[in-house]
Structure formats: structure tokens, C-alpha cells
């Protein structure tokens, strides 16, 4: 039996709806805001208003990708979805190493140490103080997926430790793997390794890769079985969309079964409820549109934004 796990609670794979795959509800303090003040997403009457907007739409679910220690709340994770009713899947992992810095303690944890908290999170609940303190108070909302971050061009070697940590709490619990990729790069290299330590590929999602519009490396990533997140619709600009462009070339070429969207939309910048834009409705109001010019019909929307996302995050599928 399959499920997808909400901070709210399981639900079936059917219930997900429509789906944004990758993006950043809530950044609750940490490094990521120190570093970048653009970051503090920690106003959950803001976010509420932006995720029923795009509820109005249509949308039914988010995966947040915030992982362990970098403004990650699972209370605020899961006020918003009941403010708002959409179902929100939660991360555990860890993010890229400079949102942490070298007297971070993932440093010092061994491989089975990492998945043992990773582990924690799926099954207990996510600490309160998200791994940040000494003292570990469990709440009732349990991640749904794991998070891990790559280097550019590959893998560092604590990526390697991160993602063989990743790996072995997928192993124990049958959560999906979403992987970032630094600047669209490593994608092959980072499913090639989840691979090598025993986790299925269908139950890979690599992040950020539309930043690369090679027909060929999307070719290349999605013949080994994984999926590929796209998430730069909106960040084009004057130039060609790319990530138009690479949805057209997977239609054409019989994949887009294994491609799925978000917005990865991180800062106050991009939220209209922070004065910002395009929005949290983006994906489902002018960048559909835009599908639908370019023949990407109803039939692919709903796979992208539905059948995809139910496939990718159940758990035990």
C-alpha cells in the first residue's frame, strides 16, 4: 500500500492533486536568512494568503524543500495547510553546505548518524527546534521526503556522505529523494550514486536542471528512470524560455511522464502577499497559458502537475 505523507498525515497518492514539487513555504530564521535577508519566509498569515490564492486555482499540494537546520518549521508548515487546505509534504535532509558552515555539526555526524535523524523524521516527527539545539522534542509532523543538495559539477565528498545518508533513510522508509542541483549541473552523477546505493531512480527527483536547456543531458538524465524537477519558468526574463523550450523537446520525445514543476519561489521577492512577484499562482495562470500555446495541452498539464507528482511521492511505491 502506498501513501503520501503530509504534515498533516498520510494520505493516497489519488488525494495529492495538483502538485507544486519544489518549493519554500517557510524559511523560519537560520544562516539561509543571516545570509540573504530576502529569505525570512517566517510570516505564516503572508504565506497563508499566497497558498490560497493559488488554492483558487487549483492547487492541492506543495513539497516543501527547506530541509534540517536551515529555517526549516514543521508548526508553521502545517498551520498553513490547515489554514488553507492544501496538503504540504515536509523535508528532511540537509540543503547545500554554505546554508551551514564548517562548524555545522553534519560536519562531524557519520553516514548511518545523518540517516538515523533523517529516519527520525519520517517515522517520529520533526524536532521543534529543528536539529538547531542540544534537547530533541519530536512534534507531530513527520517529513515526506528527503532532501540532499549536490555541488556544482558533481559531487563533493560531503555531498557523498550526505547522499549515501539520504540513500540508506530511503532504504528504511521507502521516502522519495528530491536532490538539488547546483546550477542545473551533476544531475547524472547524483542519480548515478543514489543508484549505486540502492535506491530506485524512480523515486529520484533532481532539482533545478532547467537551468541547462540541453535536449541531449535531459535525454541522458531521464533515460536512467528519474525525474526531473523544473522549477525556472518564471526566471527568464527576455530571453527564450528555457524551461518552455525543454517541456516541448520532452513532449516531443515521449518524457514527459517523468518530468514534474515547481518554482522553488525562496524569497519575499517572488510573492505577491511580500510585495513581490510573479506569485505562488504563476505556474497555474500565465505560464499555463504559455503550455497551452505551445501545445501542451490539458492531457500534459495534468500529467505534470498530477499524475507525476502521485507517482513520484508515495511512499513505498
Known amino acids: 500500500m502506498t501513501f503520501v505523507r503530509t504534515v498533516l498525515g498520510d494520505i493516497g497518492p489519488e488525494e495529492l492533486g495538483v502538485t507544486y514539487a519544489h518549493e519554500h513555504l517557510v524559511i523560519d530564521g537560520g544562516r539561509p536568512v543571516l545570509m540573504h535577508a530576502d529569505f525570512d519566509l ?10 490560497a490564492g493559488a488554492a483558487e486555482l487549483g492547487l492541492r499540494a506543495v513539497v516543501d ?9 514543521a508548526a508553521k508548515l502545517a498551520d498553513i495547510s490547515r489554514r488553507t487546505g492544501v496538503h504540504v509534504v515536509a523535508p528532511t535532509g540537509l540543503h547545500h553546505d554554505r546554508y551551514y558552515g564548517p562548524a555545522h555539526w553534519s560536519h562531524r555526524m557519520n553516514v548511518e548518524d545523518l540517516a538515523d535523524l533523517f529516519i527520525a523524521d519520517i517515522e517520529l516527527g520533526i524536532d521543534a527546534s529543528d536539529y538547531s539545539g542540544p534537547v530533541v522534542r519530536r512534534t507531530p509532523f513527520r517529513a515526506g521526503v528527503i532532501k540532499a543538495a549536490g555541488s556544482e559539477g558533481g559531487l563533493s565528498a560531503r555531498d557523498e556522505r550526505l547522499f549515501a545518508a539520504a540513500a540508506l533513510a530511503h532504504g528504511r522508509t521507502g521516502a522519495p529523494l ?27 527527483a533532481v532539482s533545478h536542471v532547467d537551468k541547462i536547456v540541453d535536449r541531449v543531458y535531459h535525454r541522458e538524465l531521464l533515460s536512467t528512470g528519474a525525474v526531473a524537477e523544473y522549477d525556472g519558468a ?9 524551461t518552455l523550450q525543454l517541456l516541448e523537446w520532452m513532449a516531443e520525445d515521449e518524457l514527459i511522464g517523468q518530468v514534474v514543476l515547481g518554482m522553488d519561489a525562496a524569497r519575499q521577492g517572488y510573492y505577491r502577499a511580500y510585495g513581490g512577484q510573479p ?24 500529467r505534470l502537475f498530477v499524475v507525476n507528482p502521485a507517482r513520484l511521492f508515495a511512499v513505498g511505491s
Open 178 to 204: 528530491l536532490t538539488h542541483a547546483e546550477h542545473g549541473t551533476g544531475a547524472l552523477e547524483q542519480v548515478r550514486f543514489l543508484v549505486e546505493h540502492g535506491v530506485d531512480p524512480r523515486q529520484i
Open 42 to 51: 517566517s510570516d505564516v498569515d503572508r504565506m497563508a494568503t499566497e497558498v
Open 279 to 302: 506569485g505562488l499562482t504563476y505556474l497555474l495562470d500565465g505560464f499555463s497559458a504559455q503550455m497551452e500555446e505551445r501545445g501542451l495541452d490539458a492531457s500534459a498539464r495534468h
Open 234 to 242: 518564471f526566471r527568464w526574463g527576455d530571453r527564450p524560455n528555457g
Open 65 to 73: 524543500a527547506m530541509p534540517c537546520d536551515a529555517g526549516r518549521n
